[in-house]
């Protein structure tokens, strides 16, 4: 159990993710359903952590809690949990061999594991099991992305009435709603759900299921984590079919930032970089550029700027735009880094690249955390063209770092970078508005010229990195909209 006794006001939240860092992480929602959880629990807040036990997680000291049925489609199914407490957050790993020991979390490569509508529904459907089990009710649920969607449906529509988890207000943040967990019509049937639910008002979406569609129609208040994603969704070039659900519930929607947990990405604390730095110490950031240029086989030439990008290499992030802007690149006295991992043909890209002009331009096509936090100390800019990014956290580490971010003026890229205005001193970053190759090399001459003036570059690296984007004034954003899913359950 939690060292602690619950301070009057303080709220137990329950988490449902299906990724919590350091356990299992595909991207950014891994760090925020493992960073925020410490924020709240840092305001007073009571926190369980719910997320599969998939095959790849090695588990951390704690103990077995029993296993209860979780029936999702006919079958004789239990879940097991698997107890641990970290920085007084309790986690709780939900087990089910056949769906979960698995090596990847939602697929090889870029083929989503079949029978995913079954594993996520008992993923939910288990979040909920663990609390009815053990005759324990949190104040609140709070589900992230369509993995977790129907996880108010089973609360409202199956057990409505239950005496433990009956009516659970339920926060559904979405990280990404271009990932919705859309399935086929007979859903409903092989999950044993109701029929009413396949109305348009509730789950249908295109004919068929839609988990995030779930999500958004049987929560108690929708958040996104940027205000500006927020506004976008909204439109329909960015609300993916669902931009009319998300507008009938505008009242209940709201953009909270993400936070950036200091204590992982600050070159002041950082153990996996060459050498620490801060903003008024920043000389160290030349012995961690050193050493980057070296592990990607670049030659050693201080003056020249090296640009980095560390990212999923899918067509979100743009990605494609750098490789279709490479004649303009190999023109520009610049060098650039690249880490990720994704499409064959960006990375193929890249590769034609690097073997052009092999002293300039290197990629490792990988994911690899350590490799991730040299790059953002070694790195001079920070290259993000994404097409659409819901917050973005590593433009947020790289101004930390002190790698100026060059953006494209969408989502929470926008909320998180200024653009630099030389003959004030003021701004952390370029940013430029379309998202194609012209816009991305005009924003990089912005660049390229402020990096011409080594003073103005200096301010411009140490406003951005004395920017405070912590956790905590997200963690109390969250606190008001629990308050008010409480308020109207
Ligand atoms: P998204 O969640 O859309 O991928 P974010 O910027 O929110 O974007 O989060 C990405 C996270 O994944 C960051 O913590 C980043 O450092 C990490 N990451 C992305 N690609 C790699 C990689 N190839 N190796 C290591 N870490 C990576
Ligand atoms: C998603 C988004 C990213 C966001 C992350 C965490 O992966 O693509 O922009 O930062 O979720 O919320």
């Known amino acids: 159990m939690l060292g602690f006794a619950a301070m009057p006001g303080s709220l137990h939240v329950a988490f449902a993710a299906s990724e919590v860092a350091p356990f299992v992480k595909t991207g950014g929602l891994a760090d925020v359903a493992s960073a925020l959880p410490r924020a709240l629990t840092a305001l007073g807040h009571r926190v369980t952590v719910l997320l599969p036990r998939y095959g790849t997680i090695a588990l951390p000291p ?9 029936p999702v489609d006919g079958a004789h199914r239990s879940a097991g949990f698997y107890v641990s407490e970290q920085d007084a957050v309790r986690l709780v790993f939900v087990d089910h061999a056949e769906f979960f020991d698995r090596p990847f979390p939602y697929g090889v490569g870029n083929h989503d594991y079949e029978d995913n509508r079954l594993r996520f529904a008992f993923f939910s459907r288990a979040c909920l099991e663990f609390f009815r089990s053990r005759g324990e009710r949190p104040d609140l649920f709070h589900a992230h992305d369509w993995q977790t969607g129907l996880l108010p449906v089973y609360a409202k529509a199956l057990y409505a009435h239950d005496a433990v988890v009956g009516r659970m207000p339920v926060v559904f943040t979405i990280h990404n709603l271009a990932y919705q967990g859309n399935f086929p019509s007979d859903t409903l049937a092989v999950l044993g759900l109701p029929r009413h639910l396949g109305a348009p008002e509730a789950l249908e979406f295109h004919g068929g299921v839609g988990y995030m569609k779930a999500g958004l129609a049987f929560s108690e208040r929708l958040t996104t984590v940027s205000p500006t994603y927020a506004r976008e969704i909204r439109t329909p070039e960015h609300g993916y079919g669902l931009d009319g659900v998300l507008r009938a519930r505008a009242d209940d929607l709201s953009g909270i930032l993400n ?58 992030k743009g990605i494609d735009l750098v490789v279709g802007a490479s004649e303009d690149l190999l023109r520009r006295p610049l060098r650039l880094v690249v880490l990720g991992t994704g499409e064959r043909e960006v990375q193929d890209g890249f590769r034609r690249l690097a073997q052009r002009d092999p002293a300039r331009f290197a990629c490792r096509f990988a994911y690899d955390p350590v490799l991730a936090h040299k790059v953002e100390a070694g790195a001079d800019m920070f290259l993000m063209p994404s097409r659409y990014e819901p917050c973005g956290l590593t433009q947020m580490y790289s101004l930390r770092y002190g790698a100026v971010p060059i ?25 430029f508005a379309h998202a194609d190759g012209t816009g991305l090399v005009w924003a990089l001459d912005r660049a ?16 951005g990195m004395t920017r405070d984007f912590s956790w ?8 008001t909209v629990y308050r008010s899913a409480i308020a109207d359950a």
């Not at 620490?276 to 700027?305: H, I, M, N, V, W």
């Not at 390229?448 to 406003?463: C, I, S």
């Not at 905590?472 to 606190?479: F, H, P």
Request: proline share 6%; with cysteine.
């Open 407 to 431: 953006v494209r003026a969408t989502g929470g890229l926008r909320d998180t970078v200024e653009p630099w205005d030389a003959a004030r001193g003021e701004g952390t970053g370029f940013l």
């Open 259 to 316: 936070g950036v947990d200091y204590d992982e990405w600050d070159p002041r604390v950082d153990h996996f970089i060459a050498r620490r730095y801060s903003a008024q110490r920043p000389a160290g950031k030349r012995a961690c550029k050193a050493e980057l240029l070296a592990t990607f086989g670049l030659p050693a030439e201080p003056d020249l700027p090296l640009v980095a990008v560390v990212s999923r290499l899918v067509h979100q």
């Open 62 to 70: 704690g103990s077995f809690a029993g296993a209860v049925p979780v």
């Open 472 to 479: 905590r004034r997200s963690a109390e954003a969250y606190e």
């Open 448 to 463: 390229l010229e402020a990096w011409g003036d080594a003073r103005g570059w200096r301010r411009l690296m140490r406003n």
